[in-house]
């Protein structure tokens, strides 16, 4: 095991993680907030100092980076970003619990946006900056950012992207996986530009317009009110829902018509896939609310920014969909498990793993009728290789233990049964708002700290999709000698 590149690889990560959380030093001094500029100062201290440790200890690392690094890597690099991202909160006594401040940051970096808030209003400007930086920067993946702007090591770079980057796959957009990651936070940062630059048209003010759009881009859905979206225009629902949408998509199409191969983009059966899924589920809803909204238009509009939400696991909310018919909430339910395309910054499953599950077993189906033909699955015209339809199905076996074991704990709190598979669910799908105790209108604070700690552990399991943390208990992660 490499322990020199590990550590040399995490003191840049901290140095990254305290260059996001400076801009939140400005909101500090325009309100003139003495005390939260201090905790941030404490905090970057702190930082600076675990920084500068871990580059001690990983100076003159090799650069030779394999799978087991990679892994281990990464689920490190999450879990020293969690626990120095949450200082400003704890330090400035506005979240008091540590535990708290913990899951706060948590949901924020895994783009979950589960809050243990009752009104984020009542925070400070600094505070609530940074809690929806953290959106942005866990989005695409703070080590994606870092493959972008900082040399290239010789090895190990499409290690440490295959470990952070959600889906079965990663591919490259380019020979260099450095210019692929400078492309997609090229277009990510485009997007999220679009988006404050619509949102401010509609009359936004600048701070909203900046920690909606992080919500949006990240698919994190950190709302500054306690009625997160409900408050605003419907133009900037629309706006939000639409951006929702387009943040769910496969960046690779993005890539791919921006080189003009529209016809590429368009019959990429994930992307196809989702947005059937998106508008249908939006119909239904629609029609199954009628009686509760009259307006035809108003009806639309909520039930699609609820779709569009729920299904980017970005976790915004226009109304209390708790309240809706129990088939309405089915469907939700169903998306939140369904979750956006891989390459997105969209958490759940992945339309990609439904699309393989679905030609599998028509695979499997067909080979029971025909045993002796010869059966393949292919995707955008592609075979698609059996090692990675097992690897769907072993993750599938992992991600059901995990909300079986999850539940079980989180049970221990004796809340209601919707409250506890929606809150276990919602965490690990990283989407934030659940149902009943936990549901768009209220928050996670009716929980005890070890629910609060197994949910929190879903989040960073839900985000880094279960298998760099489970290396991290593997001892063939830490037998290896490089």
Known sequence: MNFRAINHTIGMIILLEMGFMLPSLVWCWVDRDAPTAAAFGVSLLIMGLCAGLFLLVGRRARDSIFAPEGFVTVAMS????????????????????????????????????????????????????????????GGMGILVFMLAILPARQGGTLHLMRAESPGPTVSKLTPRLRQTSKILYAIYLALTLACILFLLVGGMPLFDSLCTAFGTAGTGGFGIKADSMASYSPYLQWVVTVFMALFGVNFSVYYLLLLRKVGLAVKDEEVRLYFLILLVAGALIAWDIRDLIPDLSERIRHAYFQVSSIMTTTGFSTVDFDLWP????AILLCLMAVGA?????????????????????????????????????????????????HNVSAYLVAYVLILFGSFVVVSLDELSLESNISAVF?????????FDAVGPMVNYDCYSDLSKLVLTLD??????????LLALASRHSWSRRL
């Open 459 to 468: 989040m960073l399991l839900g985000r880094l999709e279960i298998f760099p």
């Open 78 to 137: 999450w879990i020293v970003l969690s626990l120095l991202g949450c200082l400003p909160f704890y330090i400035s006594g506005q979240i008091p619990s540590y535990i708290d401040a913990l899951f706060e940051v948590v949901s924020g970096f895994t783009t979950t946006g589960a809050s243990i808030l009752a009104d984020p209003a009542q925070m400070s400007r600094g505070l609530l900056f940074w809690r929806s930086a953290t959106h942005w920067l």
């Open 426 to 434: 919602s965490c690990f799908n990283n989407i934030g708002p659940g």
């Open 326 to 329: 129990a088939f309405s909430k």
């Open 341 to 389: 395309c891989a390459g997105s910054t969209g958490g759940g499953l992945k339309v990609i793993r439904l699309l393989l599950m679905v030609k599998s077993l028509r695979r499997a189906i067909r080979r029971t009728l025909r045993p002796s033909s010869v059966q393949l699955v292919r995707v955008n015209g592609k075979v698609v290789e059996d090692d990675v339809l």
